[in-house]
């Protein structure tokens, strides 16, 4: 358990982890389409197993149904959303905009992230924006929250009330600057961080050691982030494929050492194994399972991992 | 340098199929270092384009020269005499002599040569790569010498994103990681502590966004 914060929005995922509970958020992908229960669908799975629900920002630079609309329905729904926005598509009028839009829905988690390049998505011959980069994205929220005022200087009316989030990678490149990095977005004001998906544990727990030495724990929250392998395809797609991802050589040879068919099983195992040890590692602060297209082994992870039932959040 | 890549032949041929005389002019500076537009690559464009029409039956008459300089009014000035002799000139300047021979010579089509790619060094003959977008405020005081502007892909001034991985960009094409080379040169500086402090959100008023610039140096003006 982590010491008790002082909380500073309406948040229910800021009052989970500032109760010293260890907190468990998913997400969703939007659809590439205008139905909005494909997104409904989605968070119906998993509703009763996390706290709250991270909709992605148009990932891979794939054009996709807008990460605010679906936080609206998650919403509406009486759930919790984390609406995640990338600065990859938006200038400062726009972000700042949006933000009061999400605030006048009372959304009240935000993901500050910089985006995919657009050249991995669908619209490669897109003009990107990158008018302000994540740090300052979370500078800017922050402004909006605590002071109450627009970058411009003026004063906004009813500011927004947002639990501000960042994205960390522990295992990109370069390696010297992984801590420095973090340290910088609690500098800029990130409260919580969801970290990219760990299947180096040994590293990652280096990484939080090196984390604790400077108290960085006792800034943000940091969620470790975890992806549950299908198949031993995928594991070695993460691995060689996918920027920054470090996926240990024995982590595929497991995968590949079981049938086809019981690969994903044998993923779930993986991931479910990482909840245990990681829930006893200190300064971890929660989970943040990315089960991809997956969502419905969401509840299966959470219970096994022995992180249900879930908190109420109003009974604390 | 303004580093240009030359065009296709095909498209300049398409500009001027119609005409039946035609200058190519090329420029003594920048382009004639990336081997773009200078005299030698004048010479060759006019041949090929002398053949090709040749072969086509197609009289045309291609004559070349070439200027020291496209963007000052007095080289440009150097074939004021015998611009009316043509229906159309090839500039194989950059983009900034096209235009100042455009708006110089207004009842003159100018097509441009070269595609203007970026302001760049030579890396090694035949490879060249970008270094500045003049963005207007200098910040490489902040970055060891290093340009996050011009040589990130999202322009991050506080990176580097999670894409960046063995020192190479996620966008591929053997693109450099610019934050691996900052935090290498941060780090060859016993430096590396300046890499935690925050870059304020930048001024891109004096950047393209802000409309087109100009310098106005009222001590050197006459």
Request: glycine letters at 8%; proline letters at 4%; one cysteine or more.
């Amino acid at each position: 358990m982590n010491q008790t914060r002082a909380v500073k929005t309406d948040s229910k995922l800021e009052k989970i982890l500032a109760a010293g509970h260890l907190a468990v958020t998913s997400e969703c992908g939007p659809p590439r389409g205008s139905d909005s229960d494909l997104i409904k669908k989605k968070a119906e799975l998993i509703k009763n197993h996390v706290d709250a629900i991270n909709i992605t920002d148009n990932q891979t630079s794939v054009t996709r149904l807008c990460s605010l609309a679906s936080c609206i329905h998650l919403k509406l729904m009486g759930l919790e959303p984390v609406l995640q926005m990338v600065v990859r598509d938006r200038n400062r009028i726009a972000i700042q905009s949006d933000v009061l839009g999400a605030a006048s829905f009372d959304i009240r988690n935000m993901l500050c992230l910089s985006g995919d390049h657009q050249r991995f998505g669908d619209s490669s011959q897109g003009q990107n924006v990158f008018d302000l980069d994540s740090m300052q994205l979370i500078q800017t929220v922050r402004r909006m929250r605590d002071e109450g005022k627009f970058l411009g200087g003026d004063e906004i009316k009813r500011p927004p009330k947002l639990f501000v989030g960042a994205a960390a990678n522990p295992f990109a490149d370069p390696f010297e600057i992984r801590v420095r990095r973090l340290a910088k977005k609690a500098a800029a004001g990130a409260e919580f961080i969801q970290t990219q998906c760990i299947y180096n544990l040994d590293r990652f727990e280096e990484w939080m050691k090196q984390v604790r030495d400077r108290g960085l724990h006792e800034k943000v929250y940091i969620l470790a982030g975890l992806t549950p392998l299908k198949s031993a395809g995928m594991a070695k797609y993460m691995k060689n494929r996918v920027p920054g991802m470090d996926v240990p050589d024995d982590v595929v040879k497991r995968m590949s050492g079981v049938p086809k068919e019981k690969q994903p099983e044998e993923g779930i195992k993986i991931c479910v194994e990482s909840v245990q040890r990681l829930k006893e590692l200190e300064g971890v602060a929660g989970f943040h399972i990315m089960a991809i297209e997956w969502e419905e082994k969401v509840p299966e992870i959470v219970e096994m991992g022995g992180l249900y039932p879930r908190p109420n959040p109003d009974a604390i | 340098m303004i580093v240009a890549d030359r065009k296709p032949i095909e498209e300049i041929i398409e500009y001027i199929k119609d005409r039946d005389k035609v200058l190519i002019v090329g420029c003594n500076e920048c382009v004639t270092v990336c081997e773009a537009g200078g005299k030698k690559e004048v010479g060759v464009l006019a041949s090929a384009l002398r053949m090709y029409f040749m072969n086509q039956g197609k009289e045309i008459k291609i004559d070349e020269v070439t200027l020291e300089r496209q963007c000052d009014h007095e080289y440009l000035e150097e074939i004021r005499n015998i611009v009316d002799q043509y229906q159309a000139i090839v500039s194989l300047a950059c983009g900034v002599g096209v235009q100042f021979m455009s708006e110089k010579y207004f009842k003159t089509q100018v097509y441009p040569g070269v595609n203007t790619c970026f302001m760049g060094v030579t890396e090694e003959r035949g490879v060249w790569s970008e270094r500045c977008q003049g963005c207007g405020q200098c910040i490489l005081a902040t970055t060891g010498g290093i340009c996050p502007v011009s040589r990130c892909a999202k322009r991050l001034l506080n990176g580097p994103c999670g894409g960046s991985s063995k020192g190479m960009c996620e966008i591929g094409g053997e693109v450099p990681c610019a934050w691996q080379i900052i935090i290498d040169k941060l780090t060859a500086l016993g430096r590396l502590d300046d890499y935690e402090k925050l870059a304020p959100l930048k001024d891109w008023s004096k950047e393209r966004a802000g409309g087109p610039r100009k310098v106005v140096r009222e001590d050197v003006r006459q």
